[in-house]
């Protein structure tokens, strides 16, 4: 089983050619690989494996995957029920 992640890309950067940028994981900022979503835009949502963005998603799918993926105890730390 492989774990994509949402994140926003925040930068874009050339590397000897090939298209990378920075995405943010909620604070944590990595570069990863922008040549399977050359049309990635900064701000776009961004699912991400294994340092590779595979496709675009639109913001509040990006959420839902973040607040499924933190499970119940980020849903007790923001005073919502369970």
């Known amino acids: 089983m492989c774990l994509a992640l949402p994140g926003r890309l925040v930068e874009h950067v050339q590397?000897?050619?090939?298209?990378?940028?920075?995405?943010?994981?909620?604070?944590v900022r990595k570069q990863i690989c922008l040549e399977l979503?050359?049309?990635?835009?900064?701000?776009?949502?961004?699912?991400?494996?294994?340092g590779f963005a595979l496709?675009?998603?639109?913001?509040?799918?990006?959420r839902d995957a973040l607040a499924a993926l933190r499970g119940p105890a980020a849903?007790?730390?923001?005073?919502?029920?369970p």
């Open 55 to 62: 496709r675009a998603v639109d913001e509040a799918a990006a």
């Open 75 to 81: 849903a007790t730390e923001t005073g919502s029920e």
């Open 15 to 27: 590397h000897e050619g090939l298209p990378l940028g920075v995405v943010d994981f909620g604070g």
């Open 37 to 50: 979503v050359p049309e990635a835009r900064l701000g776009d949502w961004l699912l991400v494996h294994a």
